[in-house]
Nanobody, 121 residues
Framework: EAQLVESGGGLVLPGGSLKLSCVASGFPFDAYGMSWLRQFPGKNPDWLAGIERDGSKTIYANSVEGRFVISRDNFQNTVYLQLNNLQSDDTAMYFC??????????????RGQGTQVTVSS
């Protein structure tokens, strides 16, 4: 069974950083593009960042470019999201998602259960 499990969320002070991890299993991880999304309470998920299957290309939403960094380790079947200079409006549930092809421009067909990030003093 294909599965994604996120971790690394938590409570952080404004201006702080976190590194989120997403471990994949049950499918050939290095064959697919991956993305990170976040969801605010009562809202639809927002796409944040995507990475091609071999990590050669990354793309970001304007709202996070320059602050968040997506990366992957295909040997560890893991995709990461480094969150920097976090602010209170970054408080949300963060999810990783698998795309249906090598490209993060394709549709997604699997999402994890998420990890909560709370930014507060």
């Amino acid at each position: 069974e294909a599965q994604l499990v996120e971790s690394g969320g938590g409570l952080v002070l404004p201006g702080g950083s976190l590194k989120l991890s997403c471990v994949a299993s049950g499918f050939p991880f290095d064959a697919y593009g991956m993305s990170w999304l976040r969801q605010f309470p009562g809202k639809n998920p927002d796409w944040l960042a995507g990475i091609e299957r071999d990590g050669s290309k990354t793309i970001y939403a304007n709202s996070v470019e320059g602050r968040f960094v997506i990366s992957r380790d295909n040997f560890q079947n893991t995709v990461y999201l480094q969150l920097n200079n976090l602010q209170s409006d970054d408080t949300a549930m963060y999810f990783c998602a698998k795309h249906v092809s090598v490209s993060p421009f394709s549709q997604t067909d699997l999402r994890g259960q998420g990890t909560q990030v709370t930014v507060s003093s």
